[in-house]
């Protein structure tokens, strides 16, 4: 069985993210989206509800593919993988930016456990998204419902009330 990983934070999910998980799991007999914890930033929504969030968006795609599942991941992305028997990593690529930082992971990851990682060009419609923008558009009242699963983009205007 063809497995793969799609690691992030995703808080929240967007539609560049939900992109790549759809176009994976089309090239895998599965995919799981790893839910990171990152003590290092402080998220809006819990690994719990971000879970949920990403598992509503999967299902609620006009493809909604049977083949991706959702799970946390508390710490080395390389560990995760080896502890499921997992041999590869699918990371979207927004801009050379980001090719920089991810080859250096990609690479690292491939030292420590043999672990691949393939790299998916994002959607050009997707290219300039990312999970804090849309956080920091909504937190100010801008529309970002193009760019969010509708699932997101509920939850992220109940917070925005709050």
């Known amino acids: 069985m063809r497995r793969a990983v799609c690691p992030g934070s995703f808080d929240p999910i ?7 998980v759809i176009r994976a799991s ?15 930033k402080a998220t809006l929504f819990t690994i719990d509800e971000r879970m949920e969030l ?3 968006a999967v299902r609620n795609h006009p493809m909604a593919p049977s083949n991706v599942v959702v799970d946390a991941s508390h710490g080395l992305v390389v560990d995760f993988c080896r502890a499921r028997g997992i041999q590869s990593i699918v990371k979207g690529l927004r801009a050379v930016s980001d090719f920089d930082y991810e080859l250096q992971m990609a690479q690292m990851n491939n030292s420590l456990a043999g672990v691949e990682t393939l790299f998916m060009s994002t959607n050009p419609q997707y290219a300039f998204l990312s999970s804090s923008l849309v956080k920091e558009v909504a ?6 419902s193009h760019l969010v699963p509708d699932v997101v983009l509920k939850q992220l205007r109940e917070r925005a009330v709050e």
Do not use: C, M, P, Q
């Open 14 to 20: 967007t539609n560049g993210h939900l992109d790549i």
């Open 26 to 40: 089309k090239l895998f007999d599965e995919v799981v989206v790893a839910v990171s914890i990152n003590k290092n």
């Open 54 to 56: 990403i598992r509503e």
């Open 139 to 144: 937190r100010y009242g801008g529309d970002v």
